[in-house]
């Protein structure tokens, strides 16, 4: 199983960002996908989880309403569409899966915002 961000970067308030996961190694498209981040200092949170097909999507209360998971099953990858970024959203942000039991990450991309 290999998953690997990108899409992360330095963006100013109100800003917008889009992160992609690239899966490999498993069947991407019968395992639910998932977005965490972990701020510094700071345990990591669930920010966004995503069904197999797409159909059922949830969000942390914090990014409710300003960040959009999606998934392309044909490509193997997951998004997080992250809009109205605020300060608080400064982050390593990770992408998710559990296959057998077994949770795996990626590396992480950087988000960082600030003016």
């Known amino acids: 199983v290999q998953l690997v961000e990108s899409g992360g970067g330095l963006v100013q308030p109100g800003g917008s960002l889009r992160l992609s996961c690239a899966a490999s190694g498993f069947t991407f498209w019968s395992y639910n996908m998932k977005w965490y981040r972990q701020a510094p200092g700071k345990g990591r949170e669930l920010v966004a989880t995503?069904?197999?097909?797409?159909?059922?999507?949830n969000y942390a209360d914090s990014v409710k309403g300003r960040f959009t998971i999606s998934r392309d099953n044909l490509k193997n990858t997951v998004y997080l569409q992250m809009n109205s970024l605020n300060p608080e959203d400064t982050a390593v942000y990770y992408c998710?899966?559990?296959?057998?039991?077994?949770?795996?990450w990626g590396q992480g991309t950087q988000v960082t915002v600030s003016s």
């Open positions: 998710n899966t559990m296959r057998a039991g077994r949770n795996y």
């Open positions: 995503i069904s197999t097909d797409g159909g059922d999507r």
